[in-house]
């Protein structure tokens, strides 16, 4: 079921008991009853009893009934052989209406099914009354002496069924036609040959068969489905101790570092900052099919990396990407000396770096917001601008461009496509 | 002074939020909910809505959704920490006219809390990111005949500047236009992307059920 709702059972209190109806009664009240108390419709109730009463069954199970089921006040009662007929005949206040009638037209339901059931030669035959009996008073024992609780359980479960059924009507009585029809065809075949000695056990079989799905068959469905339930309340818990977990080992950590470093906001920020990306990563991962090896990936890490070594914040957006190669590998590193040499001396908190994969060429710029300075006047030793940056996208085929004044300093990097086929 | 309602499930970020700006704008009310959110909105008709995209009830998307099909003059920021494309495009395809992260400091948020309630919208490098991502490939849509579904060169230039860290100002100044015309472009950006349907977009959106 993919209704995640749990079952409501039915307050017990709300399904009427099962007795004998005084009001509405074609014979005793046993079918007004019974369809009472499973809030079904009573002519369906009344067909079953006179299509069974075919073979006598429906017959025998209704005098059960009606001997065993108690009575509503004022309701026909059976103590004596000649109830039975005064039942029948007896006029009463309080009976269905053109209850004669009806009385008539369900005696004529069992006639009519007795005879096709007698020409098509499937007749439940006296040898299968027996077996067909007891499976159904055994089904109705166990229905009997189920606790009320799981009686609205089956009965919601049946009614699901039917309503899956919908519009069942049709469907249940052309299903039905459909299965004459086979009992049939079968039953013609095994009475006219050698088969026709097994047909009275066969019949018995199928129908204790039937009887027990119709008893397990609710029962089975529900314990599959507390089954599965409870599988999906395990991987839920699954899922929150791995949150837990997760939580625990980074969030919880860090916030305790926080606290025992507070003293230190240059720490404090670092951790912090470290913290959220991590955290980022971890809830908005980037999608990525081949490892980490994209320019994208390779940018992100590098900026991590600067961050964590120099307190500073590196924000990285990067519009499409494409698999590491040589050039690309040269193109984040001389990235990361730009990030490196604005955390180290431009005095700027953060550092923006935007980086663009087109078609005909990569682009990268790396700025920041801080004192600047003059890119002809970098000393000797400080060689990290003209080699790392520079000379490294010269060699693989690109360009640094470098634009440094008082309000920051843009480091720009282009490696053309072709460069890199 | 510009009216303001906050909107955001953590009281700690209001307050925060409200001690930064609350000397430049009015804050005329707060709500931690959906449905708080839009009762309030409806009740104080604020010049611009700080909004956060994760809240109890539906989120951001919910609220301009809501707000709008009452008083469709409420203009939206989303204000929020979360990067993923989906909540930023989101949002903003929903109504916001535009998104800027918790980490803005004071003086830039109140920048842009004017600047929405001037009825422009507001890029941040990581907007910006995404929709140039969201625009990349030019004309290799079938559908991408439609103006709406392509950036013109200047706003493709406007862009990269804001995703490169750029003011406005500082983006006029290196495309030498005016602010109004760096306005003008990044205006133009947000219709296309409130309206356009490129298959990028539409994918986002369809990540939180926008469509």
Sequence with gaps: MSDPAPPTATPPSQRPPLERKRDGRLVAGVARGIADHLGVNVTLVRVIFAVLAANGVGGLAYIALWLLVPGEDGSVPLRRPRDFVRGILGRRPGDEPHRRRKLIMYVAIGAVTGSILNATGVGFGSHSLLPLSVAG???????????????AQWTQDAKRYSTKLAPRGPLLVMLGGVGLVIIGVASFLAANDALRQARDGALAIGAVLVGVALVMGPWLFRMLRDLNVERRARIREQERAEVAAHVHDSVLQTLALLQSQAADPDAVRRLARRQERELRDWLYP????NGSSTFAAALRAAAADVEDAHSITVDVIVVGDAPLDDTLTATVAAAREGMVNAAKSSGAPTVSVYAEVAKDGVEVFVRDRGKGFDPDQVPDDRRGIRESIVGRMTRHGGKADIRSGPTGTEVALSLPRQART | MTRVVLVDDHLLVRSGVRAEIGDAVEVVGEAGDVDEAVHVIIDTKPDVVLLDVHLPGGGGVEVIRDVHAQLPGVRFLALSVSDAAEDVIGVVRAGARGYVTKTIDGAALIDAIRRVSDGDAVFGPRLAGFVLDAFAGGT???????????????????????????TYREAAQELVLSDRTIETHVSSVLRKLQLSNRRELARWAAGRRLL
């Design chain 2, 140 to 166: 290799a849509d079938a559908v991408a005949d439609d103006e709406l579904d392509q950036l013109t060169p200047r706003e493709r230039e406007v862009l990269r500047l804001i995703a490169r860290g750029y």
């Design chain 1, 286 to 289: 980037v999608a990525n099919p």
């Design chain 1, 137 to 151: 008073v055994g089904a109705l024992l166990i229905w009997w002496r189920s606790p009320e609780s799981q009686r």
